[in-house]
């Protein structure tokens, strides 16, 4: 992988945002996970809270967080409109992006995109790594494109200002819903396949579709989606941010860790298998007594988001490029996002 | 009945509110309803969009209300928040407050109490007839008072601002939530017993703790809750009235007319029997044999309210008085209630 000089704006003296914004995080939460947060200096966090979760077990993972943003007032806040984004950074707190990797939350129910987003889901995958009812995600035997259904709702989703993301989703799947949205689309957690050829990383096509129709596009930390796993070098990794920056703009880029703390294998058989296949026994064993997949040495929590920084300006980005990437493209577009237009 | 001679302050020069408010409505939705609101001048309706629908089901009908909402928003809004109300008023607009004649709604889930409240659900009764996972109902074999669940709801229900109603519950279990709630309680839609002795009306000692604690009285129209049932005078139901606003006060009544149009006896038979007992054929087609009961002459649609206001004063009731009992006891209690503490 040969290293790309960045090739962003050297604007010295702009106005830095003061943002750093991971899009992506699905950790067993406890209180030390925020705690680490803070000491990545971050201002807002998009946290998973369903995969399989049909509406009903949605209500009850909305409940759980209310309680936890409750328990945990001092140091974090919800993210529901664009303006909470700058008011949790002005705050010290910060703030937290409720968000789905499926569409399930919303049944078979178009009236239940305004009425989760309403109770506090603001960000939602069409798909996850199957068939929805919606389109079809990345380990699907083929891809419809976008349904009938999901027509439906990506216009309810634009007019109510929760974010879509196709961070999962195939190929045609996820460059039909950047061509039907009304708004910019994001894919909050993934990498350019450039990087790593796997059917979960995106094309040179939707990085370009994304950029040109002012998307989003958050860079994955999750080793399987790395060139070489927990093994990538930051260099690598930054050589890839600047390649992935001239192709879908340096300003349409940004950070979606996938950090995943406190679990072991069981929870990736759940990601993986949720209920739509009979896993056997002695395969279900193998994945509880599995551990994670570590992490690379450079990325190992929430407090390392200051060695991406370091490195990006190691690269040549400017300081407000790598103040964008770091969040101040998050806050840009999530700001817009959020915001109902009807 | 002794037709009883308003006692309320005469006030003249006292700042009218402006406000005509029904606490409770229940019909088969069509624009046509909304227009009615208007020609009775109304601000504001409370309505019913769940009597045995669980949280799943509940979903559905605020979905439903979202898009009626947003298909007649040149006649009516939602009412979320305790400023929508006046707002709702100086728009002219008719606001519209959510609410649910059960506690089925939450499930068995404390969570979903802000959940639901998120979601634009603003009213929750604590029990429908029966036994709820909270308290009795007024047709219950027996009233065990507030349960362990039902203590924990009530606490939430104070803290996010939805507005705890015991229209229906039995009598200890209405006495409890007052005492045990730290913000006033509603009875949206029931009579007073003394009108009209029935389990569903309301005792002399439930009116009278409403009042001391600042609670809210709604009268009810609907025909088995009157004295006389269609045939009660508009005379006798302001002398109940004159009586009950001496005994829970003139600022703690208001309207709850339990109006319901557009429906046939099945409504009945599923608000009577929701899917608690198995309902022999024979019954289940004489309920849906059976029209629904006539309203009184002179209450026959939204468009006769200003009937009840002419004879208020008629009674004897001050200006200040009739616009209070009219709707502007209700907006200032609903300007509170509607208002999250935590």
């Known amino acids: 992988m040969a290293a790309t000089q960045a090739s962003g704006s050297q604007t010295t003296g702009h106005q830095l945002s003061g943002h750093v914004i991971d899009a992506l995080q699905y950790s067993n939460w406890t209180r030390r996970h925020f705690e680490d947060w803070r000491a990545g200096g971050m201002t807002a966090v998009g946290v998973t809270i369903a995969y399989h979760e049909r509406a009903r077990d949605t209500l009850t993972r909305l409940g759980e967080w209310n309680w936890r943003l409750r328990e945990n007032a001092d140091l974090i806040r919800p993210i529901r409109r664009g303006g909470d984004l700058d008011a949790a950074r002005d705050e010290g707190r910060i703030g937290v992006l409720l968000g789905a990797q499926n569409c399930s939350p919303i049944d078979d129910d178009v009236g239940l995109v305004q009425v989760m987003n309403d109770a506090g889901l603001k960000v939602m995958q069409l798909t996850y790594n199957n068939l929805s009812l919606i389109g079809a995600g990345c380990a699907e035997l083929d891809d419809p494109g976008i349904s009938r259904f999901g027509r439906e709702v990506i216009s309810e989703m634009n007019r109510v200002g929760m974010v879509i993301d196709m961070s999962h989703s195939a190929e045609r799947t996820t460059l039909e819903a950047i061509e039907l949205s009304s708004r910019p689309v994001a894919v909050t957690h993934a990498n350019p396949r450039f990087f790593h050829d796997t059917p979960r990383n995106k094309s040179t096509d939707v990085l370009r579709a994304l950029g040109e129709s002012g998307g989003m596009f958050g860079f994955s930390l ?59 026994q002695a395969e279900r064993e193998r994945f509880a007594a599995t551990p994670w997949p570590d992490q690379p040495a450079w990325f190992q929590r929430s407090a390392d988001m200051p060695k991406l920084a370091d490195a990006l300006r190691e ?14 493209n998050w806050a840009r577009y999530l700001r817009d996002a959020l915001e109902p237009t009807g």
Request: aromatic share 8%; charged share 20%; hydrophobic share 35%.
């Open 222 to 280: 999750y080793p399987p989606h790395l060139a070489d796993g927990a093994q990538t070098t930051l260099d690598t990794f930054t050589a890839m941010v600047a390649r992935t920056a001239e192709i879908a703009g340096t300003g349409n880029i940004g950070i979606g860790s996938d950090l995943c703390q406190g679990w072991d294998g069981r929870t990736i058989d759940y990601m993986r298998n949720g209920r739509w296949r009979l896993v056997p």
């Open 315 to 328: 690269r040549g980005f400017s300081a407000a490029d790598v103040d964008g990437i770091m969040g101040g």
